[in-house]
């Protein structure tokens, strides 16, 4: 059986020492590319079951390939509701990314559905643990601290309530949504308008007031090097079908390099 001491979430023990954490996204349901993708060194993997066809079963194997390596598995969840949370992290997943959320009370929902009693409503019935050798009676009491949340902003509302949703206990990132910011903001499909980028250098500043990292993704290291310089310190730099094995490693090693 695993020792205890493995149950820790790459992503929070950074943030937590003032590092950076540096990510990519998992271009399909495959784990030949999940298995590249953690290879080139990111702290977290993004899982998307949001906007990707497929769900848990198609990607169930991923997590368990993050685990193995200590990169932390990031799934996103289609929407807040806790059958997606159950089925996300029961396959392995130690990080929950919740979209669209307006509201503190939103935001505290997410929490909830992502611990355990009795800081949250989470059942019980974890999988993944018989893949890996690892006892329940190691995992379980260790699960609520090694499960991170990050709440992605992408309203008007989420951007009117950010500082009651930045306040709320258990909320790990802020997460700025650049597309759905722009959208909403009148410029769909144009995230690089000025209006919106003013809107996104601002936001790390306005998380930070309540001590939350900001969350961004974008794509190549000049991109992110930009958000780096604007205080987000939690990035997903791209997918190795954008930048390829060898760009997505190398970006990860420049921009680790601006964080020291």
């Given at each position: 059986m695993r020792p205890l001491a493995e149950f820790t979430n790459r992503i929070t023990e950074q943030l937590a020492a003032g590092g950076?954490?540096?990510?990519?996204?998992?271009?399909?349901?495959?784990?030949l590319l999940a298995k590249w993708s953690v290879d080139?060194?990111?702290?977290?993997?993004?899982?998307?079951?949001?906007?990707?066809?497929?769900g848990p079963y198609e990607v169930r194997w991923v997590p368990i390939i993050c685990r193995a390596v200590g990169c932390a598995a990031m799934i996103r969840v289609p929407g807040l509701d806790p059958l997606w949370f159950k089925k996300a992290?029961?396959?392995?997943a130690n990080t929950i990314m919740v979209p669209q959320i307006n509201t503190a009370e939103e935001a505290r929902r997410a929490v909830e559905y992502a611990k355990y009693p009795p800081e949250?409503?989470?059942?019980?019935?974890?999988?993944?643990?018989?893949?890996?050798?690892?006892?329940?009676?190691?995992y379980l009491p260790a699960a609520n601290d090694e499960t991170a949340v990050v709440v992605q902003i992408e309203t008007p509302a989420g951007l009117e309530n950010l500082d009651e949703i930045a306040r709320v206990d258990g909320v790990d990132v802020v997460f700025a949504g650049p597309q759905d910011l722009a959208?909403?903001?009148?410029?769909?499909?144009?995230?690089?308008?000025?209006?919106v980028q003013e809107l996104l250098a601002g936001f790390p500043a306005r998380v930070a007031e309540h001590g939350r990292p900001a969350g961004i993704t974008d794509v190549g290291l000049e991109a992110c090097t930009r958000w780096f310089d604007c205080g987000y310190r939690f990035i997903n730099?791209?997918?190795?079908?954008?930048?390829?094995?060898?760009?997505?490693?190398?970006?990860?090693?420049?921009?680790?390099?601006?964080?020291?």
């Open positions: 950076v954490a540096l990510g990519a996204a998992l271009p399909d349901a495959s784990d080139t060194g990111i702290d977290f993997l993004w899982i998307d079951l949001e906007h990707r066809s497929y992290l029961d396959i392995g949250g409503s989470r059942g019980i019935s974890p999988l993944w643990t018989q893949f890996l050798d690892v006892s329940w009676h190691d959208a909403s903001l009148g410029h769909i499909g144009h995230p690089e308008h000025d209006e730099v791209g997918t190795i079908a954008h930048l390829g094995i060898d760009g997505l490693a190398a970006a990860l090693t420049e921009l680790r390099q601006r964080g020291k």
